[in-house]
Structure formats: structure tokens, C-alpha cells
């Protein structure tokens, strides 16, 4: 199916702290996106993706690629997860690596 014309899909719904299965409105534009052939992008975490464990939700958006912010998320290390992000790049928006690494110690 091919989600109104477009080439591209931007999966921007939900953000990092997203926690639990996709439903309602998010759930049916999900798997549209899914069934276009359409370059699927997913903005830090494809939607639907546990970005902490790696755990895929049904359903979850499946990327071609994901562009994330500062750093791989943990749950991005799990082969769960490799199966909807697609090819990963990480950009960065500003902050220093000290303070990344001081965020890291404290953990």
C-alpha cells in the first residue's frame, strides 16, 4: 500500500521515554507506514521500539533508517531491535562529551 503518494515516511510520533504497545490512531499509522514502500526514517527511535531493552512492540514502526541523537540507545545493542531500525546514524545537537560521561558514571 502506498500511504498517500509519498516516497518518504517520517516516523516522529512518540519520543525515547515511550514505554508500552502503540494503540489507536498510532497503532493504524504505524502499520500503514509499515506497508508502504515508501523510505521509512525514524527520528532517535522508530516508534513502538523500547529504546531502554531493545524490545519491538507490535506494532512497531520498521525503519530503513534511524537517525538518533548524541548516542546508540542502550536497547539499540539488542538483536530484538535490529530488525526496525535499519542502518543507525547518530547526530549530534550539542552537548559535550564530559557531560555524557558524567551522566554515564552516575549510573
Partial sequence: MDV???D???DALLGTGAVGTPR???SKLIHW???SDAT???IDVPTGLDAGNGFANDPTFI???TITFVAWKTGFVNERSKAVLGTVRV???GILPE?????????
Avoid: C, D, Y
Fill in 33 to 35: 507506514a509499515n506497508e
Fill in 40 to 42: 521509512r526514517i525514524a
Fill in 24 to 26: 489507536g490512531i498510532l
Fill in 99 to 107: 557531560v555524557i560521561t558524567r551522566v554515564l558514571q552516575r549510573k
Fill in 4 to 6: 498517500f503518494g509519498s
Fill in 63 to 65: 525503519a530503513h533508517q
Fill in 8 to 10: 518518504v515516511i517520517v
Fill in 91 to 93: 547526530m549530534p545537537i
